[in-house]
Structures are given as structure tokens and as C-alpha cells.
């Protein structure tokens, strides 16, 4: 049963940086657009591409896990404070308290690892 729950967490961790990141690599130009307007340059959609769609593949996986969470959660803690502060818009408040919450979820990862099945856990072996 822990593989099956190794597996989920995975899953369920990832699942929305792979949507996320697919969605702006597919939507680049409204990506770019978005950034500008939030006061980010522009310059950095690709690397939120990286770290979303590559990086929630690459937890998804079970790739380097470690390194991968600390990432994501570094960076869900920087979108929080970046993009979600405006408490006075619906839904801001919440979506702050869920990227905090998903660096928590992340600190597990890089203090435990992927678990298995997982690439890491091929290497390892």
C-alpha cells in the first residue's frame, strides 16, 4: 500500500504543474502577456515553463526528487508572493494559502525522496 500512496502523492503534486506548465507553453504569447501585466519581464516564461511542466514530470517520475521539490517549493512559495496577494480579488487568498500549503507538501518530498517506484529509486538500487 505505501507504493500505492508514494504514487498518488506524486500525482497529485504534480498534476497541477504539468497542467499549468503545458497550459503556458501552449498559450505562450497570452503567458508572456500575463507576466507583463503582473509587472514580471517576460523574459522568464520559459524558465516557468521548466520548472512547472519539467519539473512536475519530473516529480511525477520520481527524478531527482529531492532537488525537484525544493524547486517547487521554493517556487510555489515565490508565486504566492508573487502573483496572489491581492486579497481583495476573489479567490486570492486561497490560492496564496494552497501554493503555501503545496511547499509543505514539497518539504516532505526532500526530506523522504520519491519512494517507489520511482527513478530514484531504479538509481539507487
Not at 505505501?2 to 497542467?19: H, N, Q, V, Y
Not at 494552497?98 to 539507487?124: C, E, H, Q, R, T
Amino acid at each position: 500500500m505505501d507504493k500505492g500512496l508514494e504514487i498518488a502523492a506524486r500525482l497529485l503534486m504534480s498534476l497541477i504543474f504539468i497542467i499549468a506548465g503545458w497550459g503556458k507553453l501552449t498559450g505562450y504569447s497570452g503567458t508572456q502577456g500575463y507576466f507583463t501585466s503582473i509587472g514580471l519581464p517576460a523574459i522568464l516564461v520559459p524558465l516557468v515553463i521548466l520548472i512547472e511542466l519539467g519539473g512536475g514530470l519530473a516529480l511525477l517520475f520520481g527524478l531527482k526528487t529531492r532537488w525537484v521539490a525544493a524547486i517547487l517549493a521554493l517556487f510555489s512559495i515565490g508565486s504566492a508572493f508573487i502573483a496572489h496577494t491581492n486579497f481583495a480579488e476573489p479567490g486570492q487568498m486561497n490560492n496564496f494559502l494552497k501554493n503555501l500549503a503545496m511547499a509543505g507538501g514539497f518539504l516532505l518530498f526532500v526530506k523522504y525522496g520519491a519512494g517507489a517506484p520511482s527513478i530514484d529509486d531504479k538509481i539507487a538500487k
